[in-house]
């Protein structure tokens, strides 16, 4: 991409998004389009092909997506299977209508399977059954991946797609019923610490391995392969490591400071019981994390104080 190329970014209110933005910014791009929710409704085709008609952006970063962690997914199943697919096709189709250069989609290490070989590679892809809490956000993320390889087979198009694995930063979702562990975690603590709570109940019995990567390092590898890579399959976005849901609680609440009892509620479910990436083939290509996550969890902690109003969302 050159600098002055004219490049949009989908969901740029979001986490994912406004990381891209800023990572754009930062290594000098000035010709970035961005619509809100209001502005342009990705699920609404006619509005999607007309933005696209006009604006005849050269580069797309699709980081669009309606996301939330296990009680979301559970109990709006085909909210999130219609509206991600609706507005991930929207956008790819009108892209390739309009002679988009190329297009990079965003996706989630959910779309590997349940029971998948650790770490998982790329390959891995549809091998065996989903994870059930999130089967119907996997499957329209897998419907987007494919998409763009069909569109790469079938019209020779240059679209590509990352697969991240748990992100955190800023800009996250720190709502109490409709977010992510990490940043659940972060306001159940610090809620806790203010009301001089002497204990604290999660969920599960804390022994799933989880990774996580803050978003701004995800930012950098989306710019990094939109400019170094071509290919049907995804590339992976991870650390290459992972901790425990217990080990992570454990760091968050002494990040936030909170020094209370930590409780585990076992009825309540864990999820995968493993989720680690095979980043082999993004350092392959030359691309490393740089935040560790103790750090990141305290900048992530830093950004939930500076803006309360983010945590009602």
Known sequence: MKTTDKIYVAGHRGMVGSAIVRELERQGYTNIITRTHAELDLIDQRAVDAFFAEEKPEYVFLAAAKVGGIVANQ?????????????????????????????????????????????????????????KTNEAYALAKISGLKYCEYLNRQYGTDYISVMPTNLYGPNDNYHPEHSHVLPALIRRFHEAKEAGLTE??????????????????????????????????????????????????????????????????????????????????????????????????????????????????
């Open 75 to 131: 109990s709006a199943l085909a909210d999130f299977m219609y509206d991600n697919m609706m507005l991930e096709m929207n956008v790819i189709h009108a892209a390739w209508k309009n002679g988009c250069k190329k297009l990079e989609f965003l996706g989630s290490s959910c779309i590997y399977p349940r029971m998948a070989p650790q770490p998982m590679p790329e390959s891995c892809l549809l091998t065996s059954e989903l994870e």
């Open 200 to 313: 604290v109940t999660c969920w599960g019995d804390g022994s799933p391995l989880r990774e996580f990567l803050y978003v701004d390092d995800l930012a950098n590898l989306c710019v990094f392969l939109m400019n170094n890579y071509s290919g049907n399959e995804t590339v992976n976005a991870g650390t290459g490591k992972e901790l425990t849901i217990k080990e992570l609680t454990e760091l968050v609440a002494s990040i936030v400071g909170y020094e209370g009892k930590i409780l585990w509620d076992t009825t309540r479910p864990n999820g995968t019981p493993r989720k680690l990436l095979d980043v082999s083939k993004a350092a392959g290509l030359g691309w490393t994390y740089k935040t560790e996550l103790p750090e990141g969890i305290r900048l992530a902690y830093e950004d939930f104080l500076s803006n309360p109003v983010r945590a009602e969302r």
